[in-house]
């Protein structure tokens, strides 16, 4: 019987890094429902799929996932925002900043770049297709809110 080799690195950072994707995913789709703005007072996983009118069992999903990400407590099986979410992921937050995680993800050179790396780095970045009016005021005026938002949320430093 062939002996197993001996390990003296842990993989537990590797491991970390792998599940980053499903992190972020899960992120972004609490921003997108609203979940953060719903979860300031404790709720169960019913009363959160109701409140944003969707399925209680993948609602019920989402909640334990953003709990294990440590973006969400779970006591009793009642959920509520972790203290960084409270502060940066609620819209009525001075510092919330779910506006710029939303903008940096669906910039076309960021998915690009996540979503075929291997491709982007031999063939270098894809022409842009970004359609947005630079001269739109209201464009620039939210863009002004997000930036201040990333800002009081300590970003720049």
């Excluded at 506006?99 to 050179?109: G, K, R």
């Amino acid at each position: 019987m062939k002996k197993l080799p001996e390990v003296n690195e842990s993989f537990k950072e590797v491991y970390r890094m792998f599940t980053g994707l499903a992190r972020s995913k899960l992120l972004l789709a609490g921003i997108e429902l609203g979940v953060f703005n719903h979860l300031t007072e404790p709720k169960s996983a019913d009363a959160m799929a109701e409140a944003i009118n969707a399925h209680p069992g993948n609602t019920r999903v989402l909640l334990n996932g953003l709990a294990t990400c440590g973006l969400a407590v779970k006591k009793n099986g009642l959920y509520h925002n972790a203290p960084a979410a409270q502060a940066f992921l609620v819209e009525d937050s001075p510092m919330y900043v779910g506006q710029v995680l939303n903008t940096l993800y669906e910039m076309e050179l960021w998915r690009a770049a996540f979503d075929d790396l291997p491709k982007l780095v031999k063939e270098g970045p894809p022409s842009s297709s970004l359609e947005a009016d630079m001269g739109d005021e209201e464009l620039w005026a939210q863009a002004a809110v997000t930036m201040a938002n990333s800002q009081r949320s300590g970003m720049a430093q």
